[in-house]
C-alpha cells in the first residue's frame, strides 16, 4: 500500500463548480500534511498547510481527519487558473525532512 | 534572488554514462534535496542534506550519489546511467527549523536514458 495515496482523476468541472479532493495516509505517526499546485511540466510549489483544526485560505479550504487518516481540500468557485494537479505531502517525522508526495490528482476547469 | 537553480533543463544519455546534475540555491537554506517524479508514482525522494558536511538516504538513492561541500550546492551524480533513471528530476530546498515544512524547488531536469 503507498504511504499517501490519491484519486489520480481527472476531475473535470466546469468555471464556478465546487470540487474537492481526498488524500489518504498510512502512517498514523503522521505529523504535518500539506496541499501543493503543480502545472504542467512546472515545479510544485506550496499552495497550503493542513491544520488540526482546518485552515481555510480564500477559496480554498483543508480539512484534516485524524481518526480516518485522511485531508482534504475543497475549492470553491472554480477558475480557469485553477487547472493544475494537487499534491498531497505527508511528513513522517519532525523536522520535515522526509516529507512523502501522493502522485497527485489532476483538476481540469473549463469554460 | 534566483531561488532554486538546476542545470542542466534536458539531458540524453547512453546506458552506462555518468552524469552530475547541478543544484544551488541563494536563499542560504541549510536543507536541500533531491526527488524523481515519474507519471503516476508522485515525488521520491532520493537524498537529502541537512547542512554542508551532512547527507542521506531517502526512499530510493540507488545508483546515485550526492555531496555538500557548501550551503549553496547539493548536486546529484548518477554513476552508471540505466533506462529506469530516466524521469523528471527535482531539487528543492528549504530553512532549517521552518515551521511551514514549505519546500522551494527547482524547474525540474528532464533526463532521457537510452
Known amino acids: 500500500r503507498k504511504e499517501v495515496e490519491q484519486d489520480p482523476g481527472p476531475f473535470n468541472v466546469p468555471e464556478g463548480a465546487t470540487v474537492a479532493f481526498n488524500c489518504t495516509y498510512s502512517?498514523?505517526?503522521?505529523?504535518?500534511f500539506f496541499w501543493y499546485r503543480q502545472d504542467c511540466r512546472k515545479e510544485p510549489k506550496l499552495l497550503m498547510s493542513?491544520?488540526?483544526s482546518g485552515n481555510e485560505d480564500g477559496r480554498f479550504t483543508a480539512q484534516l481527519n485524524r481518526a480516518s487518516q485522511y485531508i482534504s481540500l475543497l475549492i470553491r468557485d472554480s477558475k480557469l487558473s485553477d487547472s493544475a494537479t494537487y499534491l498531497c505531502?505527508?511528513?513522517?517525522?519532525?523536522?520535515?525532512?522526509?516529507?512523502?508526495f501522493g502522485a497527485g490528482t489532476r483538476l481540469a476547469v473549463h469554460p | 534572488n534566483a531561488g532554486v537553480t538546476q542545470t542542466p533543463k534536458f539531458q540524453v544519455l547512453k546506458t552506462g554514462q555518468s552524469m552530475t546534475l547541478q543544484c544551488a540555491q541563494d536563499?542560504?537554506?541549510?536543507?536541500m534535496s533531491w526527488y524523481r517524479q515519474d507519471p503516476g508514482m508522485g515525488l521520491r525522494l532520493i537524498h537529502y542534506?541537512?547542512?554542508?558536511?551532512?547527507?542521506d538516504q531517502g526512499e530510493v538513492p540507488n545508483g546515485y550519489n550526492v555531496s555538500r561541500s557548501t550551503t549553496e550546492d547539493f548536486p546529484l551524480r548518477l554513476l552508471s546511467a540505466a533506462p529506469s533513471q530516466t524521469s523528471v528530476y527535482f531539487c528543492?530546498?528549504?530553512?532549517?527549523?521552518?515551521?511551514?515544512?514549505?519546500?522551494?524547488f527547482g524547474e525540474g531536469s528532464r533526463l532521457t536514458v537510452l
Open positions: 528543492a530546498s528549504r530553512r532549517a527549523g521552518a515551521g511551514t515544512g514549505e519546500l522551494f
Open positions: 502512517n498514523s505517526a503522521s505529523q504535518s
Open positions: 493542513v491544520y488540526s
Open positions: 505531502v505527508v511528513n513522517l517525522s519532525g523536522g520535515y525532512n522526509k516529507l512523502i
Open positions: 536563499m542560504n537554506h541549510e536543507y
Open positions: 542534506s541537512v547542512g554542508a558536511g551532512i547527507t
